[in-house]
Structure formats: structure tokens, C-alpha cells
């Protein structure tokens, strides 16, 4: 009867598999390296059975997260003990800034959600993401269907300078080869004319096969990345596509939400930025929450840093990779433009929110930017 007591008062049954896995996970992320020889260690402790909560610690470096995970009595499903959560998440402490701290645990605990209703572990990861698709990108439109899309790249520019450079060049050997070649004395000189109309026609004819053979290349080159843009983007409209009716079978979610956020929380502190290859975040954790206040600087030394710290804002995309702020800009705002994510296992498009989604107005940005600098070089030079 004790026995039988202590089972039901116990809220851990329904899930006691998944916990041994979320203790061991957490017990292997300890494994010092070099960068984390000196940090604390990461820990996840029962806090009550009978009330079904759970401590987690994490820590890398100067930086932790400090949560509590509380098991719903219907575990894997929810009742109103929990506020409609079979794992209710909530944060004691960190020393991540508010816009991170944020993020992370809002996907955590909507991760929770989705495989309330359902969803596989890996779909409620996509659909969990707190950076969506913008909105004027459209993967069914007709134009991405029928193969018509274009970018420009500084390849394209230099191509397009090269064609106008080769055009020239056969104009004026066609306007060679019309022209008359007349002796000193004023007769055509019929042999030396034949011999230049010849060589006219010869010229051309390697310049024309060898720009033949160049956009052969280019058009291939360009075929081959509309198929990779294709690859890339499928599926993204898929995450989205929820079957109506049938049964929802709650899934369990414990050892879902504690490896998301051993990996999230303790991966991003070493994380490095796709572009410049350096750590997103910084070292102290101090400096890191002095990018995200607002003061009133007085000197212009104090406002060049300040500028210098929001360039260096840790950036999350679409993709799940950190950026830094100005790393982000430029990888997204200057050609080529649409590329995928360079960080090694990702390759999928890099998408945010603060810049537009859609390839063309990219384009129509960057060449508007490109003339309003001419247009002061040119003034310039009057000066």
C-alpha cells in the first residue's frame, strides 16, 4: 500500500526514462575543454516528486541560465495544474540579456507545446523557430515554378561590362572589314584588302565561339544554383502545413526541452559567426548586455563606441546560426545576393526580419546605393 502511495504521489513515473536521459545529458556536457576547463558545472536536480519539478543549471563560461521544469500530472499530456503545459519552463535567473533570454525560452517552451498537439520532435523545432519567412517571400509564386529567377552578383556586373567590351570589339572589326584599303596612289589595293576583311572575319569569329562558350558556362552555372536555391527552400512552406482533423497523440517532451536547451543555451556562448569566423558572443557577459542599453552619450568618443558595440548585437536568423549585427548586413544586403548559410551542416537561405526576404528588391536596394556612390564620386571630382 506504501509502495503504491509513493507511486502515485510520485510525478516523475510517467517520465522517469526520459529524466535518467535529461540527468545524463547533463552530467556529458560537463566534459571540460580548453575553452571550459574553469567554468562551473551544469547540473539538473529534483527539486519535489510529488510535485513533479526539476532544477536545471546551466553554465559555459561567465554565462548561465538557472530554470525550473515543472511535470503536468497527465504527463505526456496537460491540465490546468501547469496552466496548460505537460512541461511548464520558467526562468529563475541568467545573465543573458532580455532579448535572448527571451528567445530562447519562448521556443522552449512553444517546442513544448507543438508535441502537445502532436508534432514530432523535429517539426516542433522548425515550427517552434521565433524567426519566420518574411512575408514577400512566396516559394509557390509562378516566376520560382517556371525557373525564371535571376540574381546579381558582382560576376553578373563584370559579365555584363565583359559583353559590352566584346561588342565593341566586332563593331569595329566589322567597320574594318567594310572599309577600303587604298594603295598610296589612290587605287584599292584588292590584295592587302582581302588579306584585312579575312582577318577581320577570323577575329570575330574566335571572339564570337568564345563568348558562345562563356555563356554556356554562365547559363550552367546559374541552372545549377536555381536547382541548389530549389533544394535549399523546399520544405519551408511544408513546416507550415498542419493536416486538419485526426487525432492529436500528445508526445513527450521532457528530454526534447532540456536537450534544446543544453544546446541552445550552452552552444551559443561559443558559437562563432559565419562570417568573420569569431565568437558571437562576447568573453564578459557585462560586456555583451552593454550593447543593448540606450544612454545618451555626450563626446564623440563615447558615441563611436556605442556605435561600434550595436555593429557587434549577436544576431539569431532563420537558419538557427548567430550573426553579428554588421556581418549579417552586409552578408544579406551585398551581392551575391540569396546564399546560403556558410556554417558548416546548415546551407539553408539566411532570412531575418530587419532586411527584406525578397531577392529583387535586394538588388533594386544595392543598385540605388551603387548610383547615389557614383553620383558623389562624380561630384567630387568637380571639387
Known amino acids: 500500500h ?14 522517469w526514462k526520459e529524466l535518467k536521459k535529461c540527468v545524463d545529458l547533463v ?27 526539476i532544477r536545471l543549471t546551466l553554465h559555459n563560461e561567465a554565462y548561465y541560465y538557472k530554470c525550473t521544469i515543472t511535470i503536468d500530472p497527465a504527463y505526456p499530456d496537460y491540465s490546468a495544474a501547469t496552466g496548460g503545459k505537460s512541461c511548464l519552463l520558467q526562468v529563475q535567473s541568467t545573465n543573458f540579456p532580455s532579448p535572448i533570454e527571451t528567445m530562447l525560452t519562448t521556443q522552449a517552451q512553444e517546442i513544448v507545446r507543438r508535441m502537445q498537439e502532436g508534432l514530432s520532435s523535429e517539426r516542433a523545432l522548425n515550427m517552434s523557430n521565433p524567426i519566420k519567412v518574411p ?12 525557373g525564371n529567377m535571376s540574381r546579381l552578383t558582382n560576376e553578373t556586373i563584370q559579365n555584363i561590362k565583359h559583353d559590352t567590351e566584346a561588342l565593341k570589339r566586332v563593331s569595329d572589326l566589322h567597320n574594318k572589314e567594310a572599309s577600303a584599303v587604298r594603295a598610296p ?52 512552406y511544408d513546416l507550415y502545413d498542419v493536416p486538419a482533423g485526426g487525432t492529436i497523440v500528445p508526445q513527450p517532451s521532457l528530454f526534447v526541452l532540456v536537450t534544446f536547451l543544453v544546446d541552445r543555451v550552452k552552444g551559443l556562448v561559443l558559437q562563432q559567426c559565419p562570417c568573420c569566423e569569431k565568437r558571437v558572443l562576447p568573453v564578459n557577459p557585462d560586456e555583451l548586455n552593454s550593447m543593448y542599453v540606450s544612454s545618451s552619450m555626450s563626446t564623440n568618443k563615447d558615441k563611436q563606441a556605442s ?4 555593429k557587434m548585437i549577436p544576431m539569431h536568423t532563420y537558419c538557427g546560426c548567430w550573426y553579428h549585427k554588421s556581418c549579417l548586413h552586409t552578408f544579406i544586403t551585398e551581392p551575391p545576393f540569396g546564399l ?3 556554417t558548416i551542416n546548415c546551407g539553408k537561405r539566411v532570412f531575418h526580419p530587419h532586411w527584406p526576404g525578397d531577392i529583387k528588391q535586394m538588388e533594386r536596394d544595392w543598385a540605388a546605393r551603387q548610383a547615389r556612390m557614383r553620383e558623389v564620386e562624380d561630384a567630387m571630382m568637380f571639387l
Open 27 to 53: 552530467q556529458n556536457s560537463n566534459a571540460p575543454t580548453k575553452t571550459t576547463a574553469n567554468t562551473k558545472q551544469s547540473t539538473l536536480s529534483i527539486v519535489s516528486e510529488s510535485k513533479g519539478k
Open 307 to 310: 556605435k561600434l558595440k550595436k
Open 135 to 146: 512575408k514577400d517571400f512566396h516559394l509557390n509564386t509562378a516566376e520560382f515554378k517556371e
Open 185 to 236: 596612289g589612290g587605287y584599292v589595293n584588292k590584295k592587302a584588302l582581302a588579306k584585312e576583311r579575312k582577318d577581320a572575319r577570323r577575329t570575330i569569329h574566335k571572339i564570337t565561339e568564345a563568348e558562345r562558350a562563356a555563356d554556356l558556362k554562365a547559363e550552367e552555372k546559374e541552372r545549377e544554383w536555381k536547382l541548389e536555391e530549389k533544394k535549399r527552400l523546399v520544405g519551408y
Open 2 to 15: 506504501q509502495m503504491k502511495m509513493k507511486i502515485d504521489g510520485n510525478l516523475f513515473v510517467p517520465c
Open 340 to 342: 546560403e548559410c556558410p
